[in-house]
């Protein structure tokens, strides 16, 4: 594959990524007003202003590689795709375009925190892959700046991921069995 259509593909996929971030931030920030466990909600606040540095990081990659001071919105299939499953993920089931909030309200309490740990921790480790293979890509292209900026989007997922594995136990044992011993 010649190193031009590298390149492009490299750039489309910052872009992709940057839009799908965008997404994610707004997600997180109705987790985060939705949830009503205290060490949940706080991990939540902590990984949003993690995530706003995420896009602040691939703002900053997308405007260095398309050579602009401001980053352009782009819409392809591919990205509206990744939009998609975005929401649909945060929606409990693959491929809806509902948002999380309309899935949600039905919902009680206990599932809706418990619906955002495990959805924060699935996100967390396709977001690592993600990342993994733009860094990839980054040093190949001999881009060791922006492979810098993606560590950094990395590092903050791994520290979250952690932070979140770390209390995952807890947190849906305290909502599941508080739960379970009311039925």
């Known amino acids: 594959m010649p190193n031009n259509t590298l390149r492009e593909f490299f750039r489309l996929r910052c872009r992709q990524t940057l839009e799908a971030e965008q997404h994610i931030e707004n997600l997180f920030s109705q987790m985060v007003d939705e949830t009503q466990h205290a060490r ?10 993690g995530i706003q540095t995420e896009v602040t990081n691939l703002e900053q990659i997308v405007n260095q590689l398309a050579g602009v001071k401001r980053a352009r919105k782009t819409s392809t299939p591919a ?37 955002s740990a495990l959805a924060a921790e699935e996100l967390t480790h396709a977001q690592l892959g993600n990342y993994t293979g733009l860094i990839v890509l980054a040093k190949q292209l001999g881009e060791n700046e922006i492979a810098g900026w993606l560590q950094q989007n990395i590092d903050t997922e791994t520290w979250f991921r952690e932070q979140l594995e770390g209390a995952l136990w807890q947190i849906v044992g305290d909502l599941g069995m508080s739960h379970a011993k009311a039925a």
Do not use: N, W
């Open 40 to 49: 949940l909600k706080a991990m939540l606040q902590q990984h949003l202003a």
């Open 79 to 115: 990205t509206e795709q990744v939009l998609v499953f975005v929401r649909g993920f945060f929606a409990g089931e693959p491929g809806l375009v509902e948002t999380r909030r309309d899935f949600m309200s039905a919902q009680p309490q206990y599932i809706v925190d418990i619906h």
